[in-house]
């Protein structure tokens, strides 16, 4: 339904539309351009829409201004890691507090205990530790289930996202052989030796995969959330928790996304019973932070261990890990952000959203669809897949890129990589009434209409 030559036509005008609004970001992309590799801190951040990325100068709650002096209504987040809104008060005066009086020490802090407590309450494991990043927790865990089990490998869901973690960088390729994924930069060893890769919602593949007694953990999200909102089927997750016992593999789940399902994740939310779950990204209100959890099993099994000198700890940890501007930060952040009142007020935001597009996808006849998860909503240009593959399959880079440079020149910022919209209690219906007003002039555009 989509004219491609019209589509292309309208990007170029929104390109040049985002270079002309913007000269100061583009002075600064220019100077950057040559220290910087690639012009950019990370590589990531070449894939914003634009031809330069905007250098942004200040946010607070759910809004940002760039050096242009131009607000936006953020709906990305950080992708998650600001989903408490940005710069909260209360945060900022526990970072500037422990900032006055000691950042790391390599000693724990007084808010060490607080915020394992308060991680149990919310997600119901035993036992916790923190890392500086989901991708290190992940890492971390993973090390742990090899430890425990003695198996070699793991296993993850094809299209999955756990960060830079090696080991999950996989995918199937059309034969069903685990591969790299596509492009990847400086493939990593043979990620066939490392790693069994199932489509999400196939018990019956993940059956078969923990068939050969190797796989030490199973790491997924409980619904992907990096290609797209992909929601388990009834009673995946029943199977799920079944198999991997069954097979003697442990059950990681990664709730670093789906945090937006509420105060303890999905874990809480549907009532699962992971051996360890992972979480990152929003708990430090921005500060690098994320813990892991682990089951009372795994706590008796590993605890005595590390506590004796019997095992290298070498491999889990940094020396910055745990340090206590970080627990300041998350529990200031556990103590005012991410409650049940402060969903109570983004999910209904993030329904409203859906909503909205639905409502634009309706009135002109087109085959896509919204997902919603929690605070986490996102559009496909497809029905709602029951997979990554065939999510991954439904990806429309050109019309994904038009769509959120449209949107960003009206001062709306989407997720990079998919069409994702995030909410926290500082957005408004204003705010999303706005970007439902936007998608819809985008659509009527893209259609002539
Ligand atoms: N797990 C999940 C589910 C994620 O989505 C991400 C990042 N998008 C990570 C882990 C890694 O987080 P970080 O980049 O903060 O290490």
Known sequence: MIDRTRLRELHAAEERRFVDDRPRSAALAKEAGDALLAGVPMPWMTRWPGAFPLVFERASGARFTDVDGREYVDLCLGDTGAMTGHALPEVTEAIAERAATGITTMLPSTDAAWVAEELRRRFGLARWQ?????????????????????????????????GTVDETLAVLDEGGRVVPRPGALGPQVDVAVTTR??????????????????????????????????????G???????????????????????????????????????????????????????????SADVADALGPQMRSHDIDVAGVGGTLTGNALALAAVRRTLSVALREEDFAMAIPLAQRWADGVAGVIAAHGLPWHVQ????????????????????????????????????????????????????????TEADVDLHTRVFGEAVEALLGR
Request: net charge negative; aromatic share 8%.
């Open 372 to 427: 919603r998860l929690g605070a986490r909503a996102e559009y496909w240009f497809c029905p709602p897949p029951r997979d990554g593959a065939s999510a991954a399959a439904a990806v429309d880079e050109e019309l994904e890129a038009f769509l959120h440079l449209w949107a960003l020149n009206r001062g709306i910022l989407l997720t990079p990589f998919h069409n994702m919209a995030l909410f926290s209690p500082h957005h």
């Open 197 to 234: 890769v199932v489509p999400f919602n196939d018990p019956a593949a993940l059956e078969a995969a923990l068939a050969h007694g190797d796989v030490a953990a199973l790491l997924m999200e409980p619904a992907l959330t990096n290609i797209g909102i992909v929601l388990p089927e009834d």
């Open 130 to 162: 923190m890392a500086m990043s989901a991708t290190d927790a992940n890492r971390f865990v993973l090390r742990f289930a090899r430890h425990l089990t003695g198996r070699p490998k793991v296993a993850v869901m094809d299209w999955c996202y756990h």
């Open 236 to 294: 995946y997750l029943d199977e799920v928790r079944r198999l991997t016992r069954a097979a003697g593999t442990l059950l990681i789940i990664d709730e670093t996304h789906t945090i937006c399902a509420g105060p303890g994740g999905a874990t809480r939310a549907w009532g699962l019973d992971p051996d360890i779950l992972v979480v990152g990204k929003p708990i430090g209100a921005g500060v690098p932070a994320a813990a892991y959890g682990v």
